[in-house]
């Protein structure tokens, strides 16, 4: 299925490995012309974009810095991945133990990282239609768990998926969410992801916790997801094929969440 991505100018935060690596590698291979950001770019995605930025997207001013270096170089943007998530307190903690550095910080890489990019990339956008994806996850929907302050950010930028889709429709751009379930990356595989905290917990290697998060999820499918099988359903609904659909939420979570 052609995409028809050629020559689309691309934004994907959060881009330096796992699902946003994946998402610009994909875009990369459809044509389009890909700007990525990451704190710290690594070889891999300087190979893969046509333009990075170092930039902390969880601050105001990273937002500005990342679309700033898009209009310089670039002029206009087409697509927009907002992927950029976790943070650097993600926590299992409970909620009494969980402070407001947890929650800005939860805060500020979940959702104001999205709220700021896609607030300074609404003047370069929608000149021939535009689309744009956040990166959510079934935590969102399942905030009735660990980590808290994580989940509760991620149902808060579905929600701006939603309102955003709405208000920009008049400009010709849509919105949706993809919400993914456990994925195969750094976020599962670290000792300083979820993964390794979990490990940690219940003192177990990290491969035994990735091992039985399918079935701890209730991922019928049996296995965790894999990036590039995330990247292909952004790289979908950023396309034109996806023309009709906006606003919506979209999971790749081997079908753990099975709710109407
Ligand atoms: N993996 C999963 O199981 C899973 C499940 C549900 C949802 N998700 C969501 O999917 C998205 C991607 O997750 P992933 O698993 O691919 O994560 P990952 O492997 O940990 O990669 C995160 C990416 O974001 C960048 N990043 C983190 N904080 C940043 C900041 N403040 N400013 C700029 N860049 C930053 C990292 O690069 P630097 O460290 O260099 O900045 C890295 O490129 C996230 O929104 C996550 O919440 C993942």
Redesign the pocket.
Known sequence: MDLDLAGKIAVV?????????ATVRALRDEGAVVVA??????PDLTAAATTTVA????TAD?ATQLIEATRREHGHVDLLVN?????ARLSLAPFGELDDEDWADALA??LM?AVRVTRAALPLLGRNGGAIVN?????ARRPDGPPLA?NVA?AALSALTAGLAAELARLGVRVNTV?????R????QSEH?LGGQLAAAMNVPIDAVVAGAPAQVGMVTGRLSE?EE?ASLICFLLSGRADNITGADHLVDGGAIRSL
């Open positions: 935060t959060g881009a330096s490995r796992g699902i946003g690596l950001a990451a704190r710290r770019p690594t930039t902390d997207l969880a990273g992927n950029v998530g976790g943070g890489t979940n990282s990166v959510s996850s079934i935590g994580y991620k919400s993914p379930g456990p994925t990356t750094a976020m599962w992801g990036p995330v």
